[in-house]
């Protein structure tokens, strides 16, 4: 992989930046650069092979959202073209009736 050598310039400070644990914006601003020159830099350089590509972060946890029960029910606040406010309270399963109704 050849690098030109601003590419190379901006490679040395992304790992100066991971070896001090320091954020991008910072070398970029201890360095007079860009800081957006420096995060386009970097991914320049993950897509030409130069820096490793980001892995999947490992420390989130999936949340299961729990089951819908048949009986949910909607809040569905809505105003009518005359100006007239609606308020209606809904079982989930009447929305899609609901809003035809609404736009008739």
């Known amino acids: 992989m050849k690098l030109t050598e601003k590419q190379s310039f901006y490679l040395s400070l992304i790992q100066s930046a991971e070896q001090n644990k320091q954020s991008i914006r910072k070398v970029a601003e201890q ?38 029960t048949q009986d949910s029910r909607l809040e569905l606040k809505t105003l009518l073209p005359n100006g007239q406010a609606v308020w209606l309270d809904i079982a989930e399963a009447q929305l899609p009736a609901v809003l035809r109704a609404l736009g008739a």
């Open 31 to 68: 360095n007079s650069v860009s800081p957006q020159r420096l995060y386009a830099a970097v991914k320049t350089l993950r897509h030409k092979g130069a820096l490793p590509t980001t892995t999947k972060r490992q420390d989130f946890v999936k949340l299961s959202l729990p089951p819908l």
